[in-house]
């Protein structure tokens, strides 16, 4: 089982849709939880930290389960210039690194 | 954005040549990574230096050779790479704490052709 786990996609949707995504992960030490977005051929920036109270910015909400051991991310209206790979990314201090998953693809269509 | 800096931005070798990929940070983090990804793959860890010490290497071949001089700089030292090698390598940085492993940051990459 991999540590950190995402449904790979491809999620096509229409714009203004609401869309989620979710990632599973296995370490129940981890401590901090990110999600990261990627666009076609460059390199992968933060999109949003994922705090356990949950957070929004805009039109994205994150939330952490951490009985569950899930975190998810909404995006809600969705543009065209959503469309990404979108990462989740789970650090653990006692496995000394973080783990990034192997990414969810987003097309958002006119 | 110039948090991190990675030369080339794209080369091109043959087989038999050797060359070196450049990565530098300027966040004043404790810690560098790279990481390959091959068309439409996942990021593949492959190295991960802690204070310039080397913290992990994930199986990675002997004909990558990274080197950390100090807290800023990162090198991955290439030599008689195979056309399968031929990906986009990105380095990135990170404050280790105590309680944790903070945000990565990323540079642009270097886009890889073996020949």
């Known amino acids: 089982r991999k540590e950190v786990e995402q449904d790979p996609g491809p999620f096509n949707v229409p714009e203004g849709a609401t869309v989620a995504f979710n990632c599973t992960y296995s370490n129940s030490a981890s401590q901090s939880f990110f999600w990261y977005r990627q666009d076609c051929r460059k390199e992968p920036k933060l999109l949003m930290s994922?705090?356990?109270s949950g957070n929004e910015d805009g039109r994205f909400t994150a939330q952490l389960n951490r009985a569950s051991q899930y975190i998810s991310l909404l995006i809600r209206d969705s543009k065209l210039s959503d469309s990404a790979t979108y990462l989740c990314?789970?650090?653990?201090?006692?496995?000394?690194?973080?783990?990034f998953g192997d990414g969810t693809t987003l097309t958002v269509k006119p | 954005e110039t948090g991190v800096t990675q030369t080339p931005r794209h080369l091109v070798m043959g087989m038999t040549n050797k060359k070196s990929l450049k990565c530098e940070q300027h966040l004043g983090h404790n810690a560098m990574y790279w990481y390959k990804q091959s068309a439409k793959k996942p990021l593949e860890l492959m190295f991960v230096y802690s204070l310039e010490e080397r913290v992990e290497n994930n199986s990675v071949p002997s004909r990558f050779s990274p080197e950390c001089p100090n807290s800023s700089h990162l090198f991955l030292h290439l030599h008689t790479l195979q056309p399968e090698d031929s990906a986009l390598y990105l380095c990135?940085?990170?404050?280790?704490?105590?309680?944790?492993?903070?945000?990565?940051?990323f540079g642009p990459g270097t886009r890889l052709l073996v020949l």
């Open positions: 990135a940085s990170s404050q280790e704490r105590r309680e944790g492993w903070e945000t990565q940051y």
């Open positions: 990314v789970v650090n653990s201090t006692n496995a000394g690194k973080s783990t």
């Open positions: 994922v705090y356990s």
